[in-house]
């Protein structure tokens, strides 16, 4: 894995969504957006609704192209119509509703669909859809109808489309947003691990707070507009500046901000529990720790 | 005035090989003016149960009785005009041209002027944090958020008695969350309103409810005051939930400060007792 090579370069890119009526005026939903999403990194991306996420998302999997500026994925740049198949199969994108996404009249089909347009042979189809299956924990609704699971388990079976592609970065947009809090964790650990153990960039876009502590860098995006990128540490411990944006930061982060309000000087750049039993510990009176 | 469910059952696709019992032998009695909290894992029946509450899904065996009307009864406009509910998805109840469409749709039928409708679909488009702009366009035009806020809006103009909200949160941003969340506290406690809420979230839960059902594959798992469903959280986790991140670090603290409440579910309430104990700042260095 080298971190130093980029994956996604987004240069000076605005995006406008042309009104389709003339009553109404457009909307520019990305302006001069640039970033560079380094081959191998886990990086979340925040910003209250309407700021622009799922748009810049479109973008990286060439689903749009921008109105000015370019976008360049695994050195292709998305305006390239011939290149379109290559773009798509390096990032694979899981949409906000999975509505969206699933296409198939059974799960197992669905899951499929992916590697079938990349021209995957049958055999390596089949492993692939049932490792998938089984890596989400959805192998038991395997001959389902789609349109017959629950919430949270269409988002898993969108999830493992995505999964059977084995892409080199996937996009997730909000693709958490309806898992129960065991599943929420499993499929973080699952992004984890593609993300260690294969080198597969991920770009989680979420308004859960405690799953952007948990990745590389944080790019936090406001009125279309890049406003903060840094590790989760540095974004976080800002914890007016966040909220003032419209967002939040993890509990233990904001007990810790309270506290402070009361008299305190704990760090503010608590993440985690153990962070934040490690502080405590250190401010307790001395006969009464360990 | 209150949600009665009896003997409930409900069967997906009976006789069929995709059988799915998603309900079994549900007894749960909802009354006027609670908030109550459903939890529960993915696919555990949540969206079904709620269903009944407004006559979408009939009962497979077992009844459920709101404000005295039977779903199964021909009764179903006035059951829709007393329960709102706010489904999973917000494309599911989005359809028209505009966003002022949408909304005014229900209102429409009401008898109320013009004028009426007029201000009370600015009134509410506000109220979930959108400006006005925003009724000109084409719900699908919107973000997901944004459309989970048109889609909320519709149900509250509605001003029904019981409101019932499935995952509202999802795809609200933090800010958005806690200003409709805000007002759907108030209009609880001055209207006196019904309000259910499905979610995954256990710290919304934790900070709203007073009363908590947990579902678990199609049964009632638990039922009971936040306090008690929160103190128990392996058992919680064994069935697919969790407790809010604060409960594990009061816990955690707690082996080593041994009367610390760890029955302490919010930021706020955790300060409080972490105060108590190491006084308040400035004895940090004793
Ligand atoms: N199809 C569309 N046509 C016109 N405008 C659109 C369209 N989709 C989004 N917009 C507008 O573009 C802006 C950015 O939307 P986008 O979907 O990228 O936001 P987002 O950050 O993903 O928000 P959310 O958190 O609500 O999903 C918003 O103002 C939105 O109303
Ligand atoms: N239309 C349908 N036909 C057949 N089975 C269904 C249908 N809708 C839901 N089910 C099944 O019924 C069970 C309960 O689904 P339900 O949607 O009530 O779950 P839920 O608790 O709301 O889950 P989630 O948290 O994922 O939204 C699931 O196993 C699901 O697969
Ligand atoms: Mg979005
Ligand atoms: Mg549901």
Redesign the pocket.
């Known amino acids: 894995m080298s971190l130093d090579k980029s994956i996604i370069e987004v240069k000076d890119v605005s995006f406008v969504y042309k009104s389709s009526n003339a009553d109404r005026p457009d909307v520019t939903a990305l302006s001069d957006m640039n970033l560079s999403i380094r081959e191998g990194e886990f990086l979340a991306v925040l910003g209250r609704n309407g700021s622009g996420k799922s748009t810049l998302a479109k973008l990286m999997n060439a689903l749009f192209l921008p109105t000015s500026g370019t976008i360049i994925v695994n050195g292709l740049d998305t305006t390239n119509e011939e290149l379109l198949w290559d773009i798509r199969s390096s990032t694979g994108m899981v949409f906000q509703n999975p509505d969206n996404q699933i296409v198939g009249n059974v799960v197992e089909e669905d899951v499929a669909f992916g590697p079938e347009n990349l021209g995957i042979p049958p055999e390596e189809i089949r492993i692939r859809v049932d490792t998938a299956l089984e890596t989400i924990g959805m192998t038991e609704?395997k001959e389902?109808a789609p349109?017959?699971?629950?919430?949270?388990?269409k988002q898993r079976v969108a999830i493992a489309g995505i999964l059977a592609m084995k892409p080199k970065c996937i996009v997730l947009d909000e693709a958490t947003a309806?898992l129960?809090p065991i599943g929420r964790k499993e499929v973080m650990r699952i992004l984890r691990k593609l993300n260690t153990e294969e080198g597969i960039t991920i770009v989680h876009i979420t308004h859960h707070m405690d799953e952007a502590g948990k990745a590389d860098r944080v790019l936090v995006i406001d009125e279309g507009k890049r406003v903060i990128v840094g590790t989760p540490r540095e974004v976080f411990s800002d914890v007016k500046r966040i909220k003032k944006l419209g967002l939040d930061v993890p509990q233990v982060t904001e007990l810790m901000y309270e506290l402070n309000k009361c008299g305190y000087n704990f760090p503010t750049d608590i993440l985690t529990v153990e962070e934040a039993i490690a502080c405590l510990k250190q401010s307790l009176p001395s006969g009464k720790e360990l | 005035m209150s949600i009665i469910v009896e003997n409930l059952s409900y069967i997906?696709?009976p006789d069929t090989p995709?059988e799915?019992v998603?309900l079994k032998d549900i007894n749960l009695k909802i009354e006027k003016g609670e908030f109550a909290g459903i939890i529960?894992?993915?696919?555990?029946?949540?969206?079904?149960?709620i269903q009944h509450f407004n006559g979408l899904l009939k009962p497979s065996s077992g009844r459920v009785l709101i404000n005295g009307i039977d779903t199964t009864g021909k009764e179903l406009r006035e059951l829709r005009r007393d329960v709102g509910v706010v489904f999973?998805y917000p494309e599911h109840q989005l359809f028209e041209e505009t966003v002022y469409k949408d909304i005014a749709f229900g209102l429409i039928k009401q008898n109320l002027t013009q004028e009426q409708v007029d201000a009370e679909i600015r009134k509410v488009i506000q109220t979930v944090g959108l400006k006005e702009s925003i009724l000109d366009k084409s719900p699908f035009e919107l973000s997901g958020g944004q459309k989970r806020r048109v889609a909320i809006a519709g149900v509250l103009a509605m001003k029904p008695s019981i409101l019932i909200l499935?995952?509202p949160t999802a795809g609200l941003d933090p800010r958005g969350r806690d200003e409709i969340f805000g007002f759907i506290t108030k209009i609880h406690e001055t209207m006196g309103i019904t309000v259910i809420l499905?979610s995954?979230s256990m710290e919304d839960v934790a900070r709203l409810v007073d009363r908590v059902i947990v579902?678990n594959d199609?049964q009632i798992e638990l039922d009971g005051p936040v306090k008690e469903v929160f103190s128990d959280i392996q058992r919680l986790e064994g069935i697919g939930l969790s407790a809010p991140q604060i409960s594990y670090m009061m816990q955690e603290l707690k082996k080593i400060l041994p009367d610390i409440n760890d029955r302490v579910y919010t930021v706020s309430a955790a300060r409080d007792d972490i105060l108590r104990h190491l006084g308040a700042g400035g004895s940090r260095n004793d």
């Open positions: 609704f389902y349109h017959r699971l629950s919430g949270g388990q309806m129960d | 997906y696709m995709f799915k998603a529960g894992h993915t696919g555990s029946g949540k969206s079904t149960l999973q499935d995952e499905v995954h579902m199609g």
